[in-house]
């Protein structure tokens, strides 16, 4: 069965330390997506950031960047030098693209609540 | 703003009640996702149209129910309301049919059932 554990429930941090949040996610697919969005204070969904399953590259777009390791079933994100901004709940999730997938659900992860003190 | 419309924003009802929340996608895209989020639930698939058809299904309760018109925009009606189904649910829309480059959502409608 499909599934995405994000075992941080809350992590809480002070400005400028670095701050990885995990993402493990389990899938019988063998081409799927993973993604990650940001749920400000404001409520809204915002997307991060796609990684299929076929590109183990590492990602970085500013202070943040994406580590996928295949081989744990990972997809962690850290984020370098924290600011206050970046506090927000923080969801991983997956999506089956291959086989008899023919739907656009996303599994989300229970999602990370990060707060970043100044 | 994201492009895709939901409305309304906030939305206080009482239990047992019907109430409608309606979504726009933005301009292009042909599916539409509806999701709940919850405190105890996280955010959960309810339901996907494409095109005007029902593409796939989630945990949907039997008192809810979905539709997606010829214009694209879809409506979520929630029936015989309960304390519980207070939750943000949120629509979101894509290109295609498959979550293959995600998606985007809309800011959602807090619905708080009293």
């Known amino acids: 069965a499909q599934k995405v554990t994000q075992a941080q429930t809350e992590i809480s941090v002070v400005e400028k330390e670095d701050v990885t949040l995990d993402c493990v996610y389990e899938?019988?697919?063998?081409?799927?997506?993973l993604f990650w969005y940001k749920q400000p204070p404001s409520g809204e969904l915002v997307f991060l950031i796609r990684r299929n399953s076929f590109d183990e590259q590492n990602e970085i777009s500013g202070r943040y960047s994406w580590n996928f390791q295949k081989s744990t079933s990972s997809f962690n994100f850290t984020i370098t030098a924290s600011q206050v901004v970046d506090s927000a709940v923080y969801f991983c999730?997956?999506?089956?693209?291959?086989?008899?997938?023919?739907?656009?659900?996303?599994?989300f992860g229970q999602g990370t609540t990060l707060q970043v003190k100044p | 703003d994201s492009g895709v419309t939901q409305t309304p924003k906030h939305l206080i009802t009482a239990t047992g009640q019907r109430v409608t929340l309606r979504c726009s996608p933005r301009?292009?895209?042909?599916?539409v996702y509806w999701y709940q989020q919850s405190l105890d639930q996280g955010l959960q698939f309810l339901i996907q149209?494409?095109?005007?058809?029902?593409?796939a299904k989630g945990n949907i309760l039997e008192r809810f129910s979905a539709q997606q018109f010829p214009d694209l925009h879809s409506e979520l009606n929630l029936s015989s309301l309960e304390l519980g189904d207070s939750a943000l649910y949120f629509c979101?829309?894509?290109?295609?049919?498959?979550?293959?480059?995600?998606?985007?959502f809309g800011s959602g409608t807090r619905l708080t059932v009293v």
């Open positions: 979101a829309s894509s290109v295609e049919a498959r979550a293959n480059y995600g998606y985007t």
């Open positions: 899938t019988r697919d063998t081409t799927y997506y």
């Open positions: 149209y494409y095109n005007g058809e029902e593409r």
């Open positions: 999730a997956l999506s089956e693209a291959g086989g008899s997938s023919n739907t656009g659900k996303l599994i």
């Open positions: 301009s292009g895209d042909l599916s």
